[in-house]
């Protein structure tokens, strides 16, 4: 791999990472319009509002940036890259279609997305505790604590399916990919797919940032910019969560004309659960904190168990 293959391959998840997050944005803004009967959003720019996104961009631009007087200046404004870089990094890594087209493709893949994934979190925590604010702590813990809670889950599900491929390379499960696992990784999919919009904390599993409680959490004293961060970082979050769903349990690139239109079918894979994503925020009620941590450990954890025992079986009984 010489230094231009390199530059181009960066450069392609760069404007991946920039793109595709303010894309998902959009669709939230216009799923949620027509689901909710909200006309505000469909009348910026003129034909659908298609400049929502753009006048949203231009408020929190317009807005001051704030520094609470007893805040950790440096860790309060370093807060929003703690949370925004580790899902560039990660997508580094997910595989877009066959024959190379990912960034790196480490041998330990799902290992190395999970545990980067877990450092974005650390965003949210160190941001609640330099806030100098108790409503901003708390959410801080919230999220530290939910972040333990389903990232359990989360691993289980996902040794599920390296388990069945023989490989914790991403392209190498991509490489082993049957379409008969579909079906019985289904139960699978679900919990990876319920405990990455937790540790996201979207709806329903928002209670870190409820306003009712606690104003807006970790988020609370963020403002302009900073705050527009935090967003970019959940919707970040969203196609990175579904890229790897897609990936781990859908089959990625799998598909008719896989050799050409492999990419496509990632992309149409990952856009199907981002719009799932966005439905379930319409859809749910917020769970309360306790009733997130006792879904976490008394179904989604039972769930994943059961799943990596029943993908024991199968690969004795096929093996």
Known sequence: MDWLDVAIRLLAVLVAFLVFPLLVGQLEHKAMAHMQGRVGPMHAGGFHGWAQLIADGVKFVQKEDTVPDGADRRIFRLAPAVALIPYLVVLIAIPLGP???VGEAPDAGVFFVLAVLGVGVLGSLIAGWASANKYALLGGLRTAAQLMAYELPLLLSAASVAMAAGTLSLTGILDEFQWWWVPWQLVG??????????ELQRPPFDAPIAPEEIIFGAYT??????????LLAEYAGIVVISALTAV??????HGPF???????????????LCFVVIWARVAWPRLRADQIQRFAWTVLVPLAL???ALTGVIKVVTG
């Open 258 to 272: 896989a050799d050409q239109l492999g990419w496509l079918w990632t992309l149409l894979k990952t856009g199907a």
């Open 99 to 101: 024959e190379g087209m």
């Open 189 to 198: 999919a679900f919990v990876f797919f319920t405990a990455g919009l937790a």
């Open 248 to 253: 781990l349990f859908l089959g990625g690139w």
């Open 306 to 308: 059961a799943q990596i």
């Open 221 to 230: 004293e963020y403002s302009g910019l900073r705050f527009a961060f935090f």
